[in-house]
């Protein structure tokens, strides 16, 4: 395990260092890119939690798949796997059934998570499997260019919809809260400490826990959308997100008109998957 790496060591100079392969930056993420900050929150979320001792490092696991986002298990000093595209949670749920004493973590873009990886989310989020899912939307395939990903808002440019979406956007949250696992929430890049107030709290439940993340894209979305600028597209998801105490389900569209509500939308308390298992198994 990886948490304590020499190199880290060496070159620490910020908190959260300790959680980095320090070896491995420069980072491949673009000037302006929300996927830092969501990385920053959820890393010091897990800190809170080590720090209170309520987490020990050695026992977290990142898992992810193919894409910007994906590249987060590069740079983390836990456990990780950088796995194929759309496939993470599954091999997250080998890891979880293998080692139930692992913290699981999966990190992804919404084309990975929702896109080629939506079947996985689905059955995951049914079986109320241990493990904690980031989807990361930044409304494209950004990776690979700028193409229409499950979540971009109907009437947006992207590259593959050069006269704008004419698909309706697949609601995430509605779709996981339909399925009834444990905790489901929305957070921003734009409010780092409610990413890492969802996160630290999804860390002590069971069960399956999934926190959509909206991120900013400057380099591929920003630039085809009119929103270039790192500075511009923060402004305007800023503009369109709001936070709200307990949102309904139903107030969880992902619209550019209307805008986009963040908040907890689904918490309970039921026995997850592993210990479900464990009593058929006894
Ligand atoms: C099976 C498979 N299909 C397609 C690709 C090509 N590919 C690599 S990254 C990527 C897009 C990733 O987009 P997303 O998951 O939304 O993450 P982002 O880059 O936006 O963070 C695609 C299509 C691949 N690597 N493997
Ligand atoms: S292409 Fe977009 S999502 Fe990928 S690193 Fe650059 S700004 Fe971030």
Known sequence: MAVTSEASLRYSTHPLDKYLRADRLPHIWCSGCGIGVALGSILRAIDRRVREGSLDPSKVVFVTGIGCSARASFY???????TIHGRAIAFASGAKLANPELQVMVVGGDGDIAGIGGNHLIHA????????????????????????????????????????????????????????????????ITHPPLIEQYTYKALGMEGFRFIEIMSTCPEVFGRHAGYRDPVTLYNVLRS????????????????????????????RNEPGYVRKLKEVVR
């Open 76 to 82: 983390v000093g836990f456990d990780s796997a950088h």
């Open 125 to 188: 989020a049914r079986r109320n499997l241990d493990i904690i899912v980031f989807m990361i939307t930044n409304f494209v395939y950004a990776m690979t260019g700028g193409q229409l990903a499950p979540t971009t808002p109907q009437g947006l440019y992207t590259t593959t919809t050069p006269h704008g979406n004419p698909e309706r956007p697949l609601n995430v949250i509605k779709l996981v809260s339909a399925l009834m696992p444990n905790y489901v929430a929305r957070a921003s």
């Open 240 to 267: 369109k997100v709001r936070v709200k105490q307990n949102p309904h389900v139903d107030e969880s569209e992902l619209s550019w008109e209307s805008g986009i509500v963040l908040g907890e939308y689904l918490i």
